[in-house]
T-cell receptor, first 114, second 115 residues
Framework: GAGVSQSPSNKVTEKGKDVELRCDPISGHTALYWYRQRLGQGLEFLIYFQGNSAPDKSGLPSDRFSAERTGESVSTLTIQRTQQEDSAVYLCASSLTGTSYEQYFGPGTRLTVT | KNQVEQSPQSLIILEGKNCTLQCNYTVSPFSNLRWYKQDTGRGPVSLTIMTFSENTKSNGRYTATLDADTKQSSLHITASQLSDSASYIC??????????????FGTGTRLLVSP
């Protein structure tokens, strides 16, 4: 079946603008994760959704970052008033259920803030 | 502080040769350790997952080892191929009080296999 998809693949935005990144998880996967990967650095955990439970937002770097998920389907990551340090690849992953299971990653969205 | 350190940062080897990548971690309480391969412009793809009781696990030409006492892991690649050129990321899972397993990612080793 289809893997995790993300859109757009690339996004260039001006400093101060808001951006929305989209993630479509693998069908049937109840868990969804967002990560950020800055150039030359490791992945940073941002937020985790598991079914209808309250999301774990402990990795969000500031209140400019927020994410939503509709049921067990698509998720959007929103960055308000973007800053240059927000430039990174934003990766989404999904897993069957819970964090013990294998995570399958999407191709990522490369965000560049000018 | 939970940390995962990998070495070397980058590595160049000739096609057909073997290589070993290292991962040291200070993650507690430990749940499992994963190795991912990330091709340029792509998301990470899982190679192996090892729990506390597993010392070694193979996936084709990839063999991972785990020493939970010294908190070290290695990924050995045998008979390297050009397609092995990628970043290899070590990820350690820590169990939090909530039961959530937070993944701690290393910065990766960038491997280049040259013809």
């Amino acid at each position: 079946g289809a893997g995790v998809s993300q859109s757009p693949s690339n996004k260039v935005t001006e400093k101060g603008k808001d951006v929305e990144l989209r993630c479509d998880p693998i069908s049937g996967h109840t868990a969804l994760y967002w990560y950020r990967q800055r150039l030359g650095q490791g992945l940073e955990f941002l937020i985790y959704f598991q079914g209808n439970s309250a999301p774990d937002k402990s990795g969000l770097p500031s209140d400019r970052f927020s994410a939503e998920r509709t049921g067990e389907s698509v998720s959007t990551l929103t960055i308000q008033r973007t800053q240059q340090e927000d430039s990174a690849v934003y990766l989404c992953a999904s897993s069957l259920t819970g964090t013990s299971y294998e995570q399958y990653f999407g191709p990522g969205t490369r965000l560049t803030v000018t | 502080k939970n940390q995962v350190e990998q070495s070397p940062q980058s590595l160049i080897i000739l096609e057909g040769k073997n290589c070993t990548l290292q991962c040291n971690y200070t993650v507690s309480p430990f749940s499992n350790l994963r190795w991912y391969k990330q091709d340029t412009g792509r998301g990470p793809v899982s190679l192996t997952i090892m729990t506390f009781s597993e010392n070694t696990k193979s996936n084709g030409r990839y063999t991972a080892t785990l020493d939970a006492d010294t908190k070290q892991s290695s990924l050995h690649i045998t008979a390297s191929q050009l397609s092995d050129s990628a970043s290899y990321i070590c990820v350690v899972s820590a169990v939090e009080n909530t039961g959530f397993q937070k993944l701690v990612f290393g910065t990766g080793t960038r491997l280049l296999v040259s013809p």
